[in-house]
């Protein structure tokens, strides 16, 4: 279902990006940082309308981003990519994967909650428009 991206990707992430976060998207230098990151692993969907990123810092996994192009979502890319995303964080010794979800993101927090994550804290206007943050926790040892 997904594979690791390479540079060849960075466009289209880069597209994905701009098709779901707007003005908040990362630009494609960005995307190349990612991809090329020591401590970074970036998925994309085999058709590359979906990838997801994460950075790994010791027993630690960040979730930084999983996006789905508009008119290929509900098609269970974004939890393939997560469960894949959470496997390779365990590969690589992660003990727990932290990420932060914009708290009126109601589909998202619904995937996140239903692979086991837990909302561990609220960070109050984190997000333009005064939108607050629910940091969610997942303990990788005891999940699945």
């Known amino acids: 279902m997904s594979r690791r991206a390479t540079l060849d990707d960075i466009d289209a992430i880069a597209a994905i990006e701009t098709a779901c976060f707007g003005s908040s998207a990362w630009s494609a230098s960005l995307v190349a940082d990612e991809v090329r990151g020591e401590r970074h692993v970036v998925l994309v969907a085999d058709d590359v309308v979906a990838y997801g990123a994460i ?3 010791g027993d630690v996994a960040d979730l930084d981003r999983i996006a789905v192009l508009p008119g290929s979502r509900g098609q269970g890319l974004a939890a393939g990519l997560l469960v894949d995303l959470v496997d390779l964080a365990r590969d690589l ?3 727990r994967m932290l990420l932060e979800v914009a708290a009126d993101n109601v589909p998202a927090i619904g995937l996140y909650e239903a692979h086991g994550f837990d909302t561990i804290a609220t960070r109050r206007g984190y997000y333009a428009g005064g ?3 629910l940091v969610m926790q997942l303990d990788i ?3 699945r």
Do not use: F, I, T
């Open 93 to 95: 010794d992660a003990e």
């Open 131 to 133: 939108v607050d943050a």
């Open 55 to 57: 950075s790994v810092a």
């Open 141 to 143: 040892q005891e999940w």
